[in-house]
């Protein structure tokens, strides 16, 4: 892939357009590579370095390229030197219905989803689901606060959440008047939804799919927690 076209890959329409996203840094690089011995597709990668990454021991396609040239495709302020074009279709794992999902409706915040697909990676067990409108997981900002999970975690993008009730058995959802997280029900679900930051998810639809509200025990000095914590507390209660 030419230089001019990488730079846009921090742009999701050429992300899209081109197929392809970054995968910047040394840490990054290593867990790329470390899933392509579980996930062969993830090889067709190529690694852009520069002179002082030029000796790396790889099984990618290497491109060396100047210090410029770079910081032009580099989304950070202070580039390591090392960067991957990966095909955006060889990420996700292979997944299967025995694997519980989580379930996103139109979360925003980059940080977040890359929290959420590092506990459903350590945890294992676990796939992701996100709807429409939620923030891209090829987004350079969700593939660092990933720390490389995102080659880990099995996802499907643009899940229509009216879908639901026809794929899942139970699904569950969090609500301050819900059952205790600690319910024998609660690890009953096959699905778990949660939703936008700001507004969580539309009352409607959890009506529809006739979800099961469970909540997290606090004292209530704070009207909720952050989405990431919600989701890393039920998924530690589910694996408990």
Not at 189 to 199: H, K, M, Q, S, V
Request: aromatic share 8%; charged share 20%; with cysteine.
């Amino acid at each position: 892939m030419k230089i001019d076209q990488i730079k846009k890959l921090q742009q999701k329409k050429y992300r899209q357009e081109l197929g392809h996203c970054l995968v910047e840094g040394e840490h990054l690089v290593l867990e790329l590579e470390s899933a392509s011995q579980r996930n062969p597709k993830l090889a067709a990668a190529t690694l852009y370095v520069t002179s002082e990454y030029a000796d790396w021991s790889t099984q990618f396609d290497k491109v060396e390229v100047t210090t410029k040239q770079m910081a032009s495709m580099s989304d950070t302020k202070s580039p390591q030197g090392i960067l991957a074009v990966v095909p955006m279709e060889a990420i996700s794992p292979a997944s299967n219905d025995q694997l519980t999902a989580i379930y996103l409706h139109e979360i925003q915040d980059p940080g977040n989803l890359g929290t959420i697909l590092r506990t459903l990676a350590w945890f294992g067990g676990f796939r992701l689901l996100l709807s429409a409108g939620s923030v891209d997981p090829f987004n350079p900002k969700v593939i660092r606060s990933s720390m490389g999970a995102l080659f880990h975690v099995p996802m499907e993008l643009d899940v229509d959440i009216t879908t639901l009730p026809q794929r899942f058995n139970a699904i569950g959802c969090l609500d301050m008047q819900g059952a205790p997280l600690s319910s024998p029900e609660f690890r009953v679900c096959d699905c778990y939804i949660f939703g936008n930051e700001a507004r969580g998810v539309p009352r409607e639809h959890l009506e529809s799919l006739n979800a099961q509200a469970f909540t997290i025990p606090g004292v209530g000095l704070i009207e909720s927690l952050n989405l990431a914590t919600a989701v890393n507390l039920s998924v530690y209660e589910r694996q408990r």
